[in-house]
């Protein structure tokens, strides 16, 4: 086990709570989590390979693209890779596909040539391997999926998550969700291609699935205190997460844990986005509470949405009770805020240009991959105002630094936190303090991927 690193100089990492043991990532349903092949504490080296193979949805054998431990068979979600912060990450890539692809790793900031983005690194034709090598700097719930043919890379099945663990919360069960959903046809298996509806709102599929699994129960004891942390790897859809009578006490974000935690009854979860939530479940043994998500009000030209069942509490005899005062006990972190005293302001304006037949997508006018990049200097710290001229909210993600979000619309952000994909909703300015930290070509864009693929992607280009 490796000491904890500093995660950004504007950081203090404080309030390490309960015993190392409790840090085991349980999840169920369970995600296989990716071998360690290195004996060295401080490396952890898995093997990747993305392959075609099937999963089974609702009984039916669904074919999928994943990825498989090793010359193993694939997954859906891939194998969890699970490091400690301070770890060196080796990750051997292998290709099997009939198609390029690249392994980008969402969240940990890391080398832009490890980015598995189409401007840093580069792709992996098919048969070839790359080998993608960084340290891990930052603690929290990050994942993994392509960046080339995103979406419908994805909606194969192309996603997993790692894991760069944080501080436990005393007395919590700790599992890891994440979150999709996907259309299917008259054979059950999964709809690859986009429709416009979909190219429009974003995909939305009619099947949620948590860690893969269609509506999946979970036994729990009926006085159980869960620590979820929660991953939307869906292409388009805005999960908002109800489970009745009871509160998520959030406890961290996209970057990592909170300075301090806040309560709320509807978990609202942009595609892209992580949270990490502690809920204290209360009900009778033999009670089911089912756990919801709900439509959202995603502006003028919002999609029709219904709510759905994500996955059954099923609660059984009461377990030891949650330690008292755990809410007192969470654990944070000191965030300070950004300086951005003297900070370069820099606009940019989300686009959608909507014909009859077809819609494309922008910023400042220019559309992936046809537009110059952007230009930044390292070192700087700008100021972004991001606005959505569209008339649908958009999931605002960039890559290679986290942001902090400082207003909506001249309203200061609610909590200090560390992100790196933020909500713009419709015909609003969001600004954002943005560290601008390492060289190269970074890639920011709407993490709803289909906009994404028709424009809504620039590159901002960082040199000394
Ligand atoms: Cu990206």
Not at 294 to 310: I, K, Q, T
Not at 340 to 357: F, T
Not at 412 to 440: F, M, Q, Y
Request: glycine share 10%; with cysteine; hydrophobic share 40%.
């Amino acid at each position: 086990m490796t000491a904890r690193v500093t995660l950004v100089s504007l950081l203090v990492v404080s309030g390490c709570t309960g015993a190392e043991d409790a840090l085991r990532p349980v999840a169920e349903p369970p995600q296989v989590e990716a071998v360690d092949r290195n004996p060295d504490p401080g490396i952890v080296e898995v093997e990747l390979t993305a392959t075609v193979g099937t999963t089974t949805l609702d009984g039916v054998d669904v074919p999928i693209w994943g990825y498989a431990d090793g010359d193993g068979l694939p997954t859906m979600p891939g194998p969890m890779i699970v490091a400690e912060p301070g770890d060196l990450l080796v990750v051997h890539f292998y290709n099997q596909l009939e198609d390029g692809t690249t392994l980008h790793f969402h969240g940990p900031r890391l080398p832009n040539e490890m980015d598995g983005a189409p401007v840093g690194g580069a792709i992996v034709a098919p048969g070839e391997s790359f080998d993608y090598v960084f340290p891990l700097e930052d603690a929290g719930t990050f994942w993994y999926h392509p960046h080339w043919d995103t979406a419908r890379q994805l909606e194969r099945g192309l996603y997993g998550q790692l894991v760069v663990r944080e501080p436990a919360v005393a007395g919590a069960n700790e599992r890891f969700f994440l979150l999709d959903d996907v259309d299917r046809d008259d054979s059950g298996h999964i709809v690859v291609e986009a429709t416009e509806d979909d190219r429009r709102f974003g995909r939305r599929g009619d099947t949620m699935l948590v860690n893969g699994a269609v509506s999946p129960v979970l036994d729990l004891s009926s006085n159980a205190l869960e620590r979820w942390h929660l991953t939307n790897a869906s292409n388009g859809r805005y999960f908002a997460l109800r489970i009745p009578e009871h509160t998520f006490t959030v406890i961290g974000t996209d970057g990592g844990l909170l300075g301090e935690s806040y309560d709320t009854k509807r978990l609202v979860m942009t595609p892209g986005s992580r949270f990490d939530v502690v809920v204290s479940i209360t009900g009778a043994p033999g009670d089911t509470i089912d756990v919801m998500t709900e439509p959202v009000d995603r502006g003028p030209s919002s999609p029709n949405d219904v709510s759905h069942r994500l996955m059954t509490l099923r609660l059984g005899a009461a377990g030891s009770s949650p330690p008292d005062g755990w809410k007192g006990s969470l654990p944070r972190r000191q965030i300070a805020p950004i300086d951005v005293s003297g900070a370069k302001a820099r606009e940019l304006r989300l686009g959608a240009a909507e014909r009859p037949d077809a819609v494309s997508f922008y910023i400042n006018a220019e559309s992936w991959p046809f537009a110059e990049p952007e230009q930044g200097v390292v070192g700087d710290v700008e100021v972004w105002s991001v606005v959505n001229d569209t008339a649908t909210s958009e999931p605002f993600h960039l890559h290679g630094t986290f942001v902090q979000p400082l207003d909506l619309d001249g309203t200061a952000w609610p909590h200090l936190s560390l992100e790196d994909v933020v909500d713009i909703p419709s015909g609003s300015t969001v600004r954002l303090a943005v560290p601008l930290e390492r060289e190269g070509n970074w890639m920011f864009h709407s993490h709803i991927l289909e906009h994404a693929e028709l424009g809504m992607m620039r590159v901002l280009r960082l040199v000394r």
